[in-house]
């Protein structure tokens, strides 16, 4: 019975990161325009161990919520500066 509950919850685990949405959008009530985030793409770019960590920090992968300040701050921004992502407004926001 153990070994069954063992192995449903890693199996749950595993889905858990495949069933990530590939793309998600953010259409916050900015005038800018919505922000397309590709899961798989940022998924592929970032490498070793902070491929969770980065944005997930030390918690399980779970939905992520951004807002204005998350986006500018800790969490898109900083890390688009350091990888050479896209840093100006237009390029994430579309309308």
Do not use: Q, R
């Amino acid at each position: 019975m153990k070994k069954l509950i063992l192995a449903l919850v890693l199996i749950a685990f595993t889905a858990s990161f495949s069933l990530a949405a590939d793309i998600v959008t953010y259409a916050e009530s900015s005038k800018k325009g919505a922000v397309t985030f590709d899961h798989k793409a940022h998924g592929e770019f970032v490498d070793g161990s902070c491929k969770n960590a980065a944005c997930h920090g030390d918690a399980t992968p779970a939905k992520i919520v951004v807002d204005k300040k998350t986006a500018h701050g800790k969490m898109c921004k900083v890390c688009h500066k350091s990888a050479g992502g896209p840093t100006k407004c237009a390029e994430c926001h579309k309308k």
